[in-house]
């Protein structure tokens, strides 16, 4: 035990994911927290709950940019910053955003305060993960995954936060609002205080999530691209006038279409695991089983054929050799109705 102890001190604290921050708090603060991923609610969010332990926020509340902190005086006025003391509150929070210390800078200007860091100071580093950095590593400091979560935790998310609001909905609806909204939780929070907003106090329903949630542009491209796999030509029509009213023009729907046949093709070549390929083509590893049954529904000669029309397409848009109504259209008619499968 005491081997084990030793070890996290010499590298900091594990780290949690977002969802755990709350609970951690409740536990006890920590002195450093270093926010980092791509999901801008969960930043956001995780500093403004942060920011509540801070009483006389006007006084006791400044804020950096990583960008400024450059050269030893930048870094001399940074770490004066965490040792001021807190004005009519228990603790100060000093905020900075995209900081990306180097190894050199770390050992000479943060890690003298960050080892013996104040008991009053809370310090929140808000990194979008942009660049490379070491600080996840370093002693003291707590690392919060602000990345985008899988769907599970979306739609967990999703029917709690509901619950709680009083608005109750089954997992179905829930899972159509993580998948409508690509479990962009920023979209996400938007959507549900939308549905509370729509029947307080009362159940949501699937068909109250098909016509209130928007669907991200995104995930109608993903409805296209399975409307097309399926042979579902009507389907596909109204998907592609929708993302046309939504402002998709035609050499988008085009590269969307020339990305998932090249997808297939890589499926159906591929001698690794699932997970592996799920990692590869940056999908979770539940839908490389639907990519899988759809390559061999094509067949590989069938999928180099269309990769090579949706290439055509985009070529003779971009050169304008047709309009990009027609040069659709052409790619449509040799998707649905060129040839077999």
Do not use: H
Not at 164 to 178: H, K, M, Q
Not at 298 to 313: D, R, T
């Amino acid at each position: 035990m005491a081997c084990f102890e030793a070890q996290a001190a010499i590298q900091g604290n594990p780290g949690m994911k977002y969802t755990e921050l709350k609970k951690s708090m409740q536990d006890g603060v920590q002195g450093i927290y270093l926010l980092e991923g791509d999901d801008a609610y969960f930043r956001l969010n995780g500093e403004k709950m942060l920011e509540s332990l801070v009483q006389n926020p006007e006084l006791n509340i400044t804020s950096f940019s990583g960008e400024d902190i450059k050269g030893a005086q930048a870094f001399t006025e940074f770490a004066d910053a965490l040792k001021v003391f807190p004005f009519m509150s228990e603790k100060r929070m000093v905020k900075v955003t995209e900081f990306y210390p180097t190894e050199t800078e770390y050992e000479k200007y943060l890690k003298p305060v960050f080892t013996s860091f104040p008991d009053t100071t809370i310090l929140v580093i808000t990194n979008t993960g942009a660049k490379k950095s070491d600080l996840k590593k370093k002693k003291g400091v707590t690392f919060v995954d602000c990345s985008k979560s899988d769907r599970e935790t979306v739609v967990k998310w999703i029917f709690l936060t509901m619950k709680r609001a009083g608005c109750y909905t089954d997992v179905d609806a829930c899972g159509r609002i993580a998948d409508y909204c690509m479990c962009d939780m920023s979209r996400v929070s938007v959507e549900c205080e939308k549905l509370q907003a729509y029947k307080p106090g009362e159940s949501i329903t699937a068909e109250d999530v098909d016509r209130l949630v928007y669907k991200d542009a995104e995930y109608r491209m993903y409805e296209l691209t399975n409307a097309m796999a399926a042979g579902k030509y009507t389907d596909f029509c109204s998907i592609a006038e929708d993302l046309k009213s939504k402002g998709v023009d035609e050499i988008s729907m085009a590269n969307t279409i020339l990305t998932f046949f090249r997808n297939l093709l890589t499926v159906l070549s591929y001698s690794g695991t699932s997970a592996e390929l799920a990692s590869l083509l940056k999908v979770k590893e539940f839908a490389v089983k639907r990519m899988k049954d759809q390559a061999r529904s094509y067949g590989a000669p069938m999928l180099y054929e269309l990769e090579k029309s949706a290439y055509s397409c985009i070529a003779d848009i971009k050169s304008g050799e047709a309009t990009p109504k027609s040069a659709f259209q052409n790619l449509c008619n040799r998707i649905f109705f060129g040839g077999s499968r």
